[in-house]
């Protein structure tokens, strides 16, 4: 296996260039949405070119973004294990969530049940609140452990009963990282007779994910969230989403995608997957013949382990400044359970203003609640919330340096 080379893989980046009062950004943004590599601004481009038509024409543009489509839904397909017609593609996640738990919520009866949990992003909690209100089903909370910011299973088993129809959790947390344990949530839900509905934007530039290995009946991410465009997909599967009411217009062929769809960004998005394959093949040991879910895969174990190298810079550095802490899973032992994304308190400085210096000086964090706003609530947080540090893998020892010597100085 070669050594991962970030220097190689930040020139294919080329927003990584870019400078601020003369020196170079520093971009710790990623969870709100990465940068992305030169291929996939050519995708889009070049579908301008050389495919810009609408879907279904006997003509060599229209054929051609129809079979760019087409492969767009078989790589993210290959992104979370599934089949290419279990796929849907639309705007994000968070539509796509409001968008099919309309089709969900009409198979249940008044009376039945939905679990949401206090620890995710409100996308995968609000499109539940408001279904549930429509059809007058209950919705439950599973709520968080505070003090590290995880979910037990030991909390959840108490909400599951025989009116219970759906689950709906996190793959991780967006706001502090945690990293839920999906498998072990699926076996509980089923065995309750529930669905189980699972927001992996978070997860999705972080691990590598297998919705079949977890048993997960829905799966949604956002793929500007993993070096594409502003595109999201949901995996459904396949004899649960036969059944399910679509609401769409007649004449269109697929169940859940309403309208033309972003065929621009779909080039992009499967530019994005094939961009992580390239990183399977060059860093993580996966053979260039190799099926494109095997080099996808490869790519994410590579970018998993270069990541949590970063994250374990990243805390000792922090760890060693006074008047910075880390919000959840912060023990050694824990590192496994979480993504490289870090939430932090700064004594004597407010989120804000922390964030704004940090724009001064070309570092890009985020602040606030993410989202996240029943999590930061029930921490006590609101309404400033924290400061947000995604890391990603293309990210740097020294960046983190940089960046560990502002917040030294800002905690000062």
């Known amino acids: 296996m070669t050594i991962f080379d970030v220097d190689a893989i930040r020139g294919r980046f080329p927003a990584l ?6 020196r170079p950004m520093a971009f710790f943004d990623g969870p709100g949405g990465t940068q992305v590599p030169e291929s996939v601004i050519d995708a889009v481009s070049r ?3 050389e495919s810009n038509a609408n879907h279904g024409g006997l003509f060599p543009t229209s054929q051609r973004s129809d079979a760019i489509v087409d492969d767009a839904h078989a790589a993210l397909a290959d992104l979370l294990g599934v089949d290419a017609n279990e796929i849907t593609l639309g705007p994000n996640m968070t539509t796509l969530t ?3 738990s309309r089709s969900i919520v009409a198979t249940f009866r008044p009376g039945d049940e939905i679990v949401v949990s206090g620890l995710d992003h409100q996308a995968n909690v609000d499109p539940w609140i408001a279904a549930a209100r429509d059809s007058e089903v209950i919705v439950r909370t599973w709520e968080p452990n505070l003090a590290d910011c995880t979910l037990r299973l030991e ?8 009116r219970t129809r759906l689950v709906s959790v996190g793959w991780a947390s967006n706001a502090v990282g945690t990293i ?18 699972v927001d992996a934007v978070h997860a999705a530039p972080h691990l590598p994910l297998d919705a079949r290995a ?10 500007y969230k993993f070096f594409g465009p502003h595109v999201g997909a949901l995996y459904a599967r396949r004899e649960i989403a036969d059944r399910l009411p679509a609401y769409k217009v007649r004449p269109a ?21 094939e961009y992580l394959a390239d990183v399977g093949v060059r860093y993580g040991g996966a053979p260039a013949d190799g099926s494109r879910r095997e080099r996808v895969l490869a790519g994410m174990h590579a970018i998993r382990a270069y990541e949590m190298e970063l994250y374990r810079h990243l805390a000792a550095r922090i760890g060693a400044i006074d008047g910075i802490s880390i919000v959840g899973l912060t023990a050694d032992a ?4 979480r993504t490289p994304t870090v939430a932090i308190t700064i004594t004597g400085i407010t989120p804000h203003d922390a964030a704004a210096r940090l724009g001064e000086r070309g570092i890009a964090v985020w602040d606030g609640d993410f989202y996240a706003t029943g999590l930061i609530e029930r921490l006590g947080l609101a309404p400033d919330g924290v400061v947000r540090i995604g890391l990603t893998h293309y990210n740097t020892r020294a960046e983190i340096d940089r960046l560990a010597d502002e917040l030294a100085e800002l905690a000062g």
């Open 180 to 197: 839920n344990p999906v498998a072990e949530v699926a076996a509980r839900a089923h065995r309750a007779g529930a669905w189980l509905f």
């Open 214 to 223: 977890v048993d997960a009946d829905f799966v949604a991410c956002s793929v």
């Open 98 to 100: 409001f968008h099919v």
């Open 47 to 49: 579908y301008y070119r």
């Open 155 to 162: 909390d959840l088993d108490p909400l599951l009963n025989e």
């Open 253 to 273: 062929s697929h169940r859940f995608e309403t309208g033309t769809g972003n065929f621009e960004g779909y080039a992009g998005a499967l530019a994005a997957i």
């Open 17 to 22: 260039s870019l400078t601020h009062d003369g």
């Open 334 to 337: 824990d590192v496994e359970r």
